[in-house]
């Protein structure tokens, strides 16, 4: 009977206050299990900043499965895309957080506002542009085909009717699709699909050419074949409505291309002899 009581009361509490529910609007900066915070700017303040703008928290959604553009060193998120992240972050005088997630969840945080913007080594196309806006680009890339060394797959044209492994909701997985009789496997990691092909349990994987060289040099017996499948241009996504955003991330870019500090990022992540 008390029992009953208290929750009664409690309930009438939370008709009261909202926010003592936990069902008020949630603060975007306290969604995170991954979460990290840049550490270039350090600051204790960062959980009480405001949301946006200067002095703020500038909330980045990635997929941390993707070297060199961002993956787990320690407790930490490294990689080219959260060096540009903190850079911009720091251009706009904001502190950088790093919200880790599946990958086909990064349009969807950024759409609904559970991240100000999404950077995790991502395509540009049109199906995403429906969603998001894209910033201007920072990299090219394309897909590529890792297989065993000595497979009979030697291009392209060899993918027919082969068991083709990608990452979940890439363009990799897009392009796979197309390929004539292929079976496609779909991994949450690009590694998972890289260990199934040692395993010989897929034929070959189709993946981004930067991560595609790590898996090749941390795993023996694999190899990159030439002749890449696409060519791709990656950006930042940014929410439709957040034009304000857009424009602070493409001016902070151009100035970050303009001093060198974006090749600097790169080459320390990418030897440019490979
Ligand atoms: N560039 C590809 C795409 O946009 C793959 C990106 C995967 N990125 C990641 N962080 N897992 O679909």
Do not use: W
């Not at 895309?81 to 950024?110: H, N, P, Q, R, Y």
């Amino acid at each position: 009977m008390k029992k009953k009581l208290l929750s009664l009361l409690l309930a009438a509490a939370c008709v009261f206050s909202m926010a003592a529910c936990g069902s008020g609007s949630d603060s975007a900066g306290d969604s995170g299990n991954a979460a990290q915070t840049s550490e270039a700017d350090d600051t204790e303040d960062a959980e009480e900043a405001e949301a946006s703008g200067e002095g703020g928290m500038l909330i980045m959604a990635t997929n941390a499965e993707f070297p060199p553009y961002e993956y787990h060193e320690g407790d930490e998120i490294v990689g080219i895309d959260a060096e540009i992240a903190a850079a911009i972050a720091e251009e706009l005088g904001m502190e950088l957080k790093i919200e880790d997630m599946a990958f086909d969840s990064i349009i969807t945080a950024v759409s609904g506002g559970k991240a100000d913007m999404g950077l995790a080594g991502m395509t540009v196309n049109p199906d995403r542009e429906k969603n998001v806006n894209f910033s201007d680009t920072y990299a090219t890339a394309a897909q590529v085909i890792i297989v065993k060394e000595g497979s009979e797959t030697a291009g392209p044209d060899d993918l027919t009717g082969k068991k083709i492994g990608v990452q979940l909701g890439t363009t990799g997985d897009i392009y796979a699709e197309d390929i004539e009789d292929a079976e496609i496997e779909r991994y949450n990691k690009g590694m998972e699909a890289v260990q199934a092909l040692l395993q010989d349990k897929i034929d070959a994987v189709v993946i981004d050419g930067e991560p595609a060289k790590v898996y090749v040099a941390e795993n023996e017996g694999l190899k990159v074949l030439d002749e890449p499948l696409t060519e791709e241009e990656y950006a930042i996504a940014i929410a439709k409505d957040n034009d304000e955003l857009l424009e602070k991330v493409n001016t902070a870019l151009t100035s970050l291309k303009d001093s060198g500090k974006l090749d600097e990022i790169v080459a320390k992540y990418i030897s440019a002899d490979e």
